[in-house]
């Protein structure tokens, strides 16, 4: 069964650097996502992605995020100068319309 | 105001009996899509069952049903035959707008979600 792949699956940085999370969607899917969730809170959208741009983003995602397709089959959320308050799970999530949105494991970012 | 509320923080169930989650929402477009996923300890989300807003019929797949009550806005998840395997978090969310009109704009696939209700399942 397809399925979306996340890596790393955890990730521990220190405040101020740059990460980057990634993710390859399911093949056939054309809108692509990035949701986070802090711990024991629930999950938040931050930003859609169809067609190479960004079709909606939320106010959390502000100009320390970015996100990219770089080629065919990947999908990165780049978080610049991460602070303590970046620490949550992400998950990256695809969708092809009416189906629900079939979201990857998560990555765990852990900043220190 | 809230989008999607889910009131209920936890609850035990009984192995093999049925639990009823609940899920209430609120939106002003007539064309919208509800959604439940599972959360286990993992921490993976595992998309379980969709309901359109025109659907005629309540979702069903497999153990899971959706009791969808339009005029209510409440669109519950029930969980037939409970097995140690279902303790998790479940997370009740909604997609505004029609998706049709989302392949034109782009845009409207996001979903909001509740807070969700951590189900514990009792041998």
């Known amino acids: 069964e397809p399925e979306v792949t996340q890596t790393p699956s955890h990730q521990v940085t220190q405040m101020g650097q740059e990460v980057i999370l990634r993710c390859v969607p399911i093949s056939n899917h054309l809108y692509f996502y990035w949701y986070r969730q802090i711990l024991g809170q629930k999950v938040e959208f931050l930003v859609s992605?169809?067609?190479?741009?960004?079709?909606?983003k939320s106010e959390i995602f502000d100009d320390q995020f970015s996100v990219e397709r770089p080629d065919g089959s990947n999908f990165t959320l780049k978080i610049r100068s991460t602070k303590l308050e970046d620490s949550a799970m992400y998950f990256c999530?695809?969708?092809?319309?009416?189906?629900?949105?079939?979201f990857g494991q998560g990555t765990r970012l852990t900043v220190v | 105001a809230q989008k999607i509320t889910q009131t209920q923080p936890g609850m035990f169930v009984q192995e093999k009996e049925a639990v009823t989650l609940d899920c209430t929402y609120d939106t002003s477009d007539p064309s919208y899509g509800l959604f439940w996923y599972k959360q286990p300890s993992s921490g993976e989300m595992i998309f379980l069952i969709y309901q359109g807003s025109y659907d005629q019929q309540n979702a069903t797949e497999g153990r899971y049903s959706l009791n969808f009550q339009k005029a209510r806005k409440s669109a519950n998840l029930v969980i037939s035959a409970s097995q140690l395997g279902d303790s998790a978090m479940y997370f009740c969310?909604?997609?505004?707008?029609?998706?049709?009109?989302?392949?034109?704009?782009?845009?409207?696939?996001?979903?909001?979600f509740g807070g969700g209700t951590r189900v514990l399942v009792k041998p």
């Open positions: 969310a909604m997609r505004e707008g029609p998706y049709w009109i989302s392949r034109i704009k782009a845009a409207g696939n996001k979903l909001t």
């Open positions: 999530a695809s969708s092809e319309l009416r189906e629900g949105a079939f």
């Open positions: 992605f169809y067609n190479n741009e960004i079709s909606e």
